[in-house]
């Protein structure tokens, strides 16, 4: 294993073991996307992936065709992949050998204004839902938009995720929605994809406030890998061991995960230079010339938070038991 990942015996028997959990894959979601390319995550290690199905730059009928087309291909394929309704289906996945899949929405506008979708989308694998994908829509304010609080519409839908077991998550979402959003849910929130503000100036990433908030509703924040957000072309897997710390210095490693948010599939037809959803202002026009952190890099990851003082428990923590511990509360 360590010569495998190239990195020590003892960080390789830890993440062999350790269940690790990758709680947002941001590839853009197509019903032709090549899904195949997600053995990358199972060569690395990783045991449970959530899969993007759908976000506000695309209309709602495209994510029920993606969810479709995607069901239909992992249930092609149950030698290397199981879709999991539970929490303890993950555990089950990982005896097995096979990567557990679930999905996530990135915004409301998938609900097309009826949170009554939200229970269908729950009963086709959808684990968790955030806001709004950076710009304002129906449900709240996005990051890179006027920093609008929850509309009554938000409100109801958190109600509905909170009775079905939907994560209620606040990345991409504006300060003042992600505030009242904590306040609003009934249980836990995570962060699934956002890293710490005060390391990066970006305004995708997240301030003291909303991390320390989201540790006190007893939920995780995922950090991410991308270059971009972490002020660090590169995408060093020092450089998101350095942001994973800072995040568990004031909120505890209990409360840290990671969301790595890794585009696999480079050549699909997304074009971030639309200024609506991605303002040039906020530096999207030097995308192409950062990468992201990939999952060949979670071991090293693994082996960099044992070298930075975190003890075992704490790395499995941050692995991905923090996240199952929540998805065991709050998944129905």
């Not at 249930?75 to 999991?84: A, G, I, N, S, T």
């Not at 904590?182 to 997240?206: C, T, Y």
């Not at 585009?263 to 995308?287: L, M, Q, T």
């Not at 952190?293 to 938070?305: F, K, M, N, R, Y």
Request: glycine fraction near 10%; hydrophobic fraction near 40%; charged fraction near 25%.
């Amino acid at each position: 294993m360590s010569s495998r990942w190239n990195i020590s015996e003892r960080a390789a028997t830890l993440h062999a073991d350790a269940l690790v959990w990758d709680d947002h894959s941001g590839f853009w979601p197509y019903p032709e996307a090549d899904l195949d390319k997600l053995d990358r995550w199972i060569a690395s290690g990783v045991d449970y992936l959530s899969v993007n199905v759908g976000f506000d730059v695309e209309d709602w009928q495209k994510t029920v065709k993606n969810l479709a087309a995607f069901r239909t291909w992992f249930e092609k394929h149950p030698e290397r992949f199981r879709l999991v309704d539970t929490a303890e289906d993950i555990r089950r996945a990982k005896r097995a050998g096979r990567l557990a899949i679930a999905f996530d929405i990135e915004g409301m506008e998938s609900l097309d204004g009826h949170a009554a979708m939200v229970s269908l989308y729950y009963k086709l694998g959808v684990r968790q839902m955030l806001f709004a994908y950076n710009r304002n829509n129906r449900a709240g304010g996005g990051c890179h938009d006027e920093n609008v609080g929850l509309t009554p519409f938000g409100r109801t839908v958190i109600a509905e995720m909170n009775r079905v077991g939907m994560l209620v998550d606040l990345s991409h979402c504006s300060l003042k929605t992600s505030l009242e959003a904590m306040e609003a849910s009934s249980q836990p929130v995570i962060f699934s994809h956002s890293n710490p503000k005060a390391l990066n100036d970006h305004g995708r990433n997240i301030v003291d406030a909303q991390i320390k908030a989201c540790g006190a509703t007893g939920g995780v924040v995922g950090l991410h890998g991308i270059g971009l957000f972490m002020g660090d072309p590169e995408a060093r897997t020092e450089t998101l061991v350095r942001n994973i710390a800072y995040v568990a210095e004031r909120i505890g490693a209990a409360h840290v995960g990671i969301g790595l948010d890794y585009n696999c599939s480079p050549g699909e037809p997304v074009d971030i230079r639309d200024p609506h959803f991605w303002p040039p202002a906020a530096g999207y026009g030097k995308y192409r010339n950062s990468r992201n952190a990939d999952p060949e890099q979670l071991p090293a990851v693994t082996e960099g938070l044992l070298a930075h003082g975190f003890s075992d428990s704490e790395v499995r923590g941050i692995l991905g038991e923090n996240f199952f511990r929540l998805a065991s509360r709050v998944w129905r």
